[in-house]
C-alpha cells in the first residue's frame, strides 16, 4: 500500500531532551515536507526537501532540523524540545511539484513537551 | 502575514444541497491553488486542484472555481453528503519553490442529513 509512515503516533517528552519523529514513503517520491498544526492556526510548514541532500526553511523552521540521506526518509529533528512545540506533526510527500501533484500526507505524531 | 486565508471557520449545509468554501491569497506568484480534506485522526488528503491557468476545474461533485483578478477561489461540493463533513484546507503554491505549500486555517464543513 503507496504510504508515508511516520513514528510515533503519540510523544510526551521533556524539555530540552532531544527527540527524533520518522517518517519514511514508499512511493519513490521526489518531495517530503514536515507541517505541524496548533488550534486555530492550520497547518503551517516547517521545512521540505526538494531531493536527497537538498532540503529548505519552511514558514517556521526555528528549533527544529531534518536531513535527508536517503530518498525514502525524512526524520524531524528537536534538538532541543520547548513547551510550545507541543504540536501535531504531519510529515508529507509529493510525486513532484507539490501544487501539480499535491502533498500525501502521514496519520500525524502528537508531541506534547512538559 | 497570511497569504492564504479562508475567513469561515466552519459551515453548515442540508444533505443534499451545495456546499461552497471560499478562499482568499494575497501572493500574485502562487502557480497551483489545492484543497484538502482531513477527517478526526487522520492526515489531510488531496482532494482537488487548479492551475492559475484555469478558471475551473472540476472532478464528481468536486469543483474548485479560481478568480485571479480577485485572489479568490472556492471549492463546490454538490451535492452534499454526510461523509463530506469534514476540515477542508485551501492551499497554495508556486512553480519555482515547488516543495513550498501554504495551507489556510481550515473551514469545518457540518452536512447534516
Known amino acids: 500500500e503507496a504510504q508515508v509512515t511516520q513514528n510515533p503516533r503519540y510523544l510526551i517528552t521533556v524539555t530540552g531532551k532531544k527527540l527524533t519523529v520518522t517518517c519514511s514513503q514508499n512511493m519513490n517520491h521526489e518531495y517530503m515536507s514536515w507541517y505541524r498544526q496548533d488550534p486555530g492556526l492550520g497547518l503551517r510548514q516547517i521545512y521540505y526537501s526538494m531531493n536527497v541532500e537538498v532540503t529548505d526553511k519552511g514558514d517556521v523552521p526555528e528549533g527544529y532540523k531534518v536531513s535527508r540521506k536517503e530518498k525514502r526518509n525524512f526524520p524531524l529533528i528537536l534538538e532541543s524540545p520547548s513547551p510550545n512545540q507541543t504540536s501535531l506533526y504531519f510529515c508529507?510527500?509529493?510525486?513532484?511539484?507539490?501544487?501539480?501533484?499535491?502533498?500525501?500526507f502521514g496519520s500525524g505524531t502528537r508531541l506534547t513537551v512538559v | 502575514d497570511q497569504q492564504v486565508k479562508q475567513n469561515s471557520p466552519s459551515l453548515s449545509v442540508q444533505e443534499g444541497r451545495i456546499s461552497i468554501l471560499n478562499c482568499d491569497y494575497t501572493n500574485s506568484m502562487f502557480d497551483y491553488f489545492l484543497w484538502y480534506k482531513k477527517y478526526p485522526a487522520e492526515g489531510p488528503t488531496f482532494l482537488i486542484s487548479i492551475s492559475s491557468i484555469k478558471d475551473k476545474n472540476e472532478d464528481g461533485r468536486f469543483t474548485v472555481f479560481l478568480n485571479k483578478s480577485a485572489k479568490h477561489l472556492s471549492l463546490h461540493i454538490v451535492p452534499s453528503q454526510p461523509g463530506d463533513s469534514a476540515v477542508y484546507f485551501c492551499?497554495?503554491?508556486?512553480?519555482?519553490?515547488?516543495?513550498?505549500?501554504?495551507f489556510g486555517d481550515g473551514t469545518t464543513l457540518t452536512v447534516k442529513p
Open positions: 492551499a497554495a503554491s508556486g512553480s519555482i519553490d515547488a516543495g513550498k505549500s501554504t
Open positions: 508529507a510527500s509529493s510525486l513532484a511539484s507539490s501544487g501539480r501533484y499535491g502533498y500525501t
